[in-house]
C-alpha cells in the first residue's frame, strides 16, 4: 500500500512569505503528526492531528498553524517566514487505536527561506 | 523539559566492527522507539520497545530498553556500509500523550 505522501518536496520562499505544505496519510490511518528537522535542534514536534481536531501542541509560536480534512489529509501553514524557519518538515501518520503508536515518516518537504 | 540525549553524535568505523548507541533521559516513557534516516528521506521506524528491561533483536541489531525506562541502547554487530545513515530514539512521556520526544541523533558511517 503507498506510503505517507508529502508535496511539495522543496520549496523556496522568501521572508514575510506564507507557505503550505500538505501531507497524505496512509489509507486508513487517521492521526498525522508534524515535526521541524534542523541540524542544530533535531526533531522537533509541531503538532498532532487526529479526527480533524488537533490533539496536541510542541512549543513553536502562532505563526505555525495546522488543518486535517475528513479524510486524514493534512495540510501545515508558515505565515510571516524567517529564515530560521529553514527546514525539513516531515509528517508521520498512525493507525489510531493501536497499543503501540507507530508513525510512519513521509520523505519531507525541504523548506529554504532566503 | 523532557530530553533525551543520544551518545556518541557521530561514529565512523569500518565494515565489520561492532558499535553501541545510547540513548539516555532523567525522564520515564512508557515506550520507546529507535528510527533510522537516509539522506533525503524521512525516518524509518526499526523498532518499539515497550517493557523495563526488554530486549528485542532485529537481524544485527539488538535494541535494549532499561529496566526503569529512562533509557535505551542500539547494539550493532558486524556493521555494514548499508548501515549508514542518522540514528534517532523517541520516547513516549507518561502522561498518555502522543507527542513523541526525540533524541538528538547519532550519525553513523561505515565504511568498506
Known amino acids: 500500500k503507498a506510503g505517507v505522501t508529502q508535496t511539495p518536496r522543496y520549496l523556496i520562499k522568501t521572508r514575510g512569505q506564507q507557505v503550505t505544505l500538505s501531507c497524505s496519510p496512509i489509507?486508513?490511518?487517521?492521526?498525522v503528526s508534524w515535526y521541524q528537522q534542523t541540524p542544530g535542534q533535531g526533531l522537533q514536534f509541531l503538532f498532532e492531528y487526529f479526527s480533524e481536531t488537533q490533539r496536541n501542541k510542541g512549543n513553536f509560536p502562532g505563526r505555525f498553524s495546522g488543518r486535517q480534512f475528513s479524510n486524514s489529509r493534512s495540510e501545515m501553514n508558515v505565515s510571516t517566514l524567517e529564515l530560521g524557519d529553514s527546514a525539513l518538515y516531515l509528517c508521520a501518520s498512525t493507525k489510531a487505536g493501536q497499543a503501540i503508536h507507530e508513525q510512519f515518516f513521509g520523505p519531507g518537504t525541504r523548506l529554504t527561506v532566503l | 523539559t523532557q530530553l533525551l540525549e543520544q551518545s556518541p553524535q557521530f561514529l565512523s568505523i569500518q565494515e565489520g566492527e561492532n558499535l553501541t548507541v545510547y540513548c539516555n533521559s532523567s525522564?520515564?516513557?512508557?515506550?520507546l522507539q529507535w528510527y533510522r534516516q537516509e539522506p533525503g528521506e524521512g525516518p524509518v521506524l526499526l523498532v518499539t520497545v515497550v517493557t523495563g528491561g526488554e530486549v528485542k533483536k532485529l537481524k544485527r541489531l539488538t535494541f535494549q530498553f532499561g529496566d526503569a525506562r529512562k533509557d535505551s541502547s542500539l547494539h550493532i554487530t558486524a556493521a555494514q556500509p548499508g548501515d549508514t545513515g542518522l540514528y534517532l530514539c523517541a520516547g513516549r512521556p507518561t502522561s498518555g500523550t502522543y507527542k513523541y520526544i526525540f533524541g538528538t541523533g547519532t550519525r553513523l558511517k561505515v565504511l568498506a
Open positions: 489509507s486508513g490511518h487517521r492521526s
Open positions: 525522564s520515564v516513557f512508557s515506550s
